[in-house]
């Protein structure tokens, strides 16, 4: 099994990739590196078993609504007030189960820093559906949703501040290839995971992809099925880090 991992920015200069080949409980490591553009991730995710982007594949269906009524200049008396009443137009059903789950929120891809990155996404999801792939935002398809510091935490493997302190992230990927052993990763690799938070997300998207494709994530609930392919559904994994890559 091959899994791409990406983790996307708004440009291509912080963006990462990262290849993992899959074979029973070992992984190897077969390609890390930043700076991917659109056509640097099309050319990764060929012949791969499964995609994972940690990036919004979709905005919430109310706030979809809202700007267009706004557009249309036909906002209803009704409108969202009030933090409790804006909180859909904030946060998709799939944020919510994250929540719930692991007791944090994500970033908002309306209201957050998200918004540039996710359009650039849609795009390039986009890109893949013209080419003749299927694009499940609910993840179906070879191309899913991850989010891996939500990942880390599930594993119970997240180090406080990994994302801006390179030691913290050392420490957190001395754990992840502990709890993940044998990953086949060579020395500038992990150099680049420590000096890079992005390449760091990277690998970890593409180990949340892995456990997806084992099912060894957690399920659309039935009743959000249709909600989901249109906002976008984050796969969370279902398990411990050395659970899911047992096959």
């Known amino acids: 099994m091959i899994c791409v991992g990406i983790d996307l920015a708004a440009e291509p200069a912080a963006t990462a990739v990262a290849r993992l080949d899959a074979d029973g409980t070992t992984l190897r490591l077969r390609d890390l590196h930043l700076g991917a553009d659109d056509d640097a991730i099309v050319a990764a995710a060929a012949g791969a078993d499964g995609v994972g982007i940690d990036c919004a594949f979709g905005w919430p269906a109310a706030f979809v609504e809202f700007v267009s009524a706004h557009a249309a200049g036909r906002m209803p008396e009704t409108a969202p007030t009030g933090k409790d009443g804006r909180r859909p137009l904030a946060y998709r059903r799939t944020d919510v189960e994250v929540q719930r789950r692991t007791g ?144």
Not at 206 to 229: D, F, K, Q, S
């Open 104 to 247: 944090r929120w994500p970033l908002s891809v309306s209201t957050d820093r998200l918004g540039l990155t996710a359009m650039r996404c849609a795009v390039l999801l986009d890109r893949f559906a013209r080419a003749g792939e299927h694009v499940d935002r609910a993840g179906s398809g070879r191309f899913v949703e991850v989010y891996p510091a939500a990942s880390l935490r599930i594993w119970g493997l997240l180090e406080p501040r990994y994302k801006v302190d390179p030691d913290a992230r050392a420490a957190t990927l001395d754990r992840v290839l502990a709890a993940a052993a044998p990953i086949g990763t060579t020395a500038s690799q992990r150099e680049l995971m420590v000096r890079s938070a992005d390449a760091f997300d990277a690998l970890i998207a593409a180990l949340a992809t892995i456990a997806h494709r084992r099912g060894r994530t957690h399920p659309v609930p039935g009743h959000l099925g249709e909600i989901a392919a249109a906002e976008g559904w984050i796969a969370l994994p279902d398990g411990g880090l050395a659970e899911v890559l047992r096959g």
